[in-house]
């Protein structure tokens, strides 16, 4: 796994989220990315809806399925990725720069701590891989 993100979190549905002066940047992973293939369509949180810990707040339509986007913390939506809606590729192209999906404010730092750390979401990736 070509990636330096040793301060993000990540999720078993393949979210990611970096934290940064009490809000959480979310994506999908770049194993996510791989397995959906060329990414035609996003469907984005509401900013201002208050989100809980893996619960859906979106959808990724790509080539080959539809997949839904969870949330991987508890908190309102800040800001969200207006540039997917006319570029849904840069998921592909850059899913831990570009394609972040939103910004969270979060309700519970504690939750992060939840979350699987690079190390651990690299294992279970391997893991996946096998089944």
Avoid: C
Avoid at 3 to 23: A, D, I
Avoid at 66 to 82: K, R
Wanted: no cysteine.
């Amino acid at each position: 796994m070509a990636m330096k993100h040793e301060s993000y979190r990540f999720t078993e549905e393949h979210e990611w989220v970096s934290v940064k002066g009490g809000m959480g940047i979310v994506g999908i992973t770049d194993y996510a990315q791989k397995q959906l293939g060329d990414i035609v369509y996003v469907e984005l949180p509401e900013v201002g809806r208050m989100v809980e810990k893996g619960k859906e707040i979106g959808s990724i339509e790509s080539v080959k399925a539809v997949a839904d986007i969870y949330s991987p913390v508890t908190g309102e939506v800040l800001l969200v990725n207006e540039a997917l809606q006319s570029a849904p590729d840069l998921l592909n192209r850059d899913p831990y720069g570009e394609g972040w999906i939103a910004k969270i404010s979060l309700a519970d730092p504690g939750e992060i701590s939840s979350l699987m750390d690079l190390t651990s979401y690299e294992k279970f990736v391997e893991e996946e891989a096998k089944k």
